[in-house]
Structure formats: structure tokens, C-alpha cells
């Protein structure tokens, strides 16, 4: 399920540092490292956990009319319920695969707020909508 860890980070040193030394809030860090190691609070994850209430087929599934697997790829890339802030992104300069945006400084922050803004991340919620506007 999802895109592996091998297959979407480097090995961690100075330029990984480098991508979270300018993130302006402690949730968005968090949510962007999350995002990287695809250890993220959603569906894909939680059934590759077999968390309760995960365990049964289909459990990984997202909420959009697609019912595509629920990855960071998914959510950022392609889920059909949250174009409109893909598109608020894409007018900052967001895009290209999630590999590449999960390398680049700038888009990785943007990623984090896209995660945010989607309501997908239940532990974070508490976060003021303002530190993640675009």
C-alpha cells in the first residue's frame, strides 16, 4: 500500500535538515516529516497498522468519490475533494510528482498545509487555521 519509504526519502543528513529549517510552525514540521516517511494518520496507514477499525477489506480506502488508496500521493496529488486547495497551491508554484515535492523546501511546507487544511489529520486539528494559510 502507498509508495515506500525507500522509494520517497533520502537517508537522513544536512539536506534533509535543510528542507525543515524555514518551516514557520512545530504541527507543520511534524506533518511534513510525516508525510515524508509515510508514517501519516491516514487510512492506507492505519490499515497497514491494522489499527481497529482498519482491519477489514477496503479499510485503506479514502472518502472521495474515487475511493482510491487514502496516501500522501493520493491526498496531494489527486483526490478529487480537495482540487480547490491543490489549485490555491498550484497558483504558489506546487507540483510535480510527490517525490519531488517531498525534496523541495518549499513545496514540502506546502504539502504540510495542504495536509492540514484537508481535515484529513485528526490528531492535529487543535492547530490554529491561520499558522497553515497559504
Known amino acids: 500500500m502507498g509508495i515506500g519509504v525507500k522509494q520517497l526519502v533520502d537517508q537522513p543528513g544536512k539536506q534533509v535538515l535543510e528542507l525543515h529549517k524555514d518551516v514557520p510552525h512545530k504541527a507543520l514540521t511534524s506533518v511534513a516529516i510525516q508525510l515524508r516517511f509515510n508514517h501519516i494518520d491516514l487510512n492506507s496507514y492505519k490499515a497497514r497498522m491494522k489499527l481497529p477499525g482498519f482491519r477489514?477489506?477496503?479499510s485503506h480506502r479514502c472518502t472521495c468519490i474515487g475511493s482510491a488508496e487514502q496516501t500522501p500521493e493520493h491526498i496531494l496529488m489527486e483526490c478529487p475533494e480537495l482540487a480547490p486547495l491543490r489549485k490555491t497551491a498550484k497558483e504558489l508554484g506546487f507540483g510535480g510528482t510527490i517525490k519531488e515535492?517531498?525534496?523541495?523546501?518549499?513545496?514540502?511546507?506546502?504539502?504540510?498545509?495542504?495536509?492540514?487544511?484537508?481535515?484529513?489529520?485528526?490528531?492535529?486539528?487543535?492547530?490554529?487555521?491561520?499558522?497553515y494559510a497559504f
Open 56 to 58: 477489514q477489506p477496503n
Open 101 to 131: 515535492v517531498l525534496k523541495n523546501a518549499t513545496f514540502l511546507v506546502q504539502a504540510a498545509k495542504i495536509m492540514l487544511q484537508s481535515g484529513r489529520l485528526k490528531q492535529i486539528q487543535h492547530v490554529n487555521p491561520y499558522l
